[in-house]
């Protein structure tokens, strides 16, 4: 099962987790870094992506929307 922690990385590189975390083991992790300036609804946006994406590409949504596709 994946996961979202909120961290905050400190300038010296000192991960500060913000929430509790436990795992019962060690586990791998990947991090992303947001800009200070990044929008907060583009950063969710990004995140959800993958989650929206396999909603979005089933064939009922294509024939939903298919009346929307430009002729060619």
Do not use: C, N, Y
């Amino acid at each position: 099962m994946l996961r979202t922690i909120k961290a905050l990385i400190e300038a010296d590189g000192t991960i500060r987790l913000l929430e509790p975390v436990s795992l019962g083991s060690p586990r791998q992790a990947l991090l992303t870094i947001l800009d200070d300036d990044e929008d907060v609804a583009l950063s969710s946006a990004v995140l959800s992506e993958a989650a929206l994406a396999a909603d979005w590409s089933r064939p009922e949504e294509d024939a939903a929307w298919a009346h929307l596709q430009r002729a060619r």
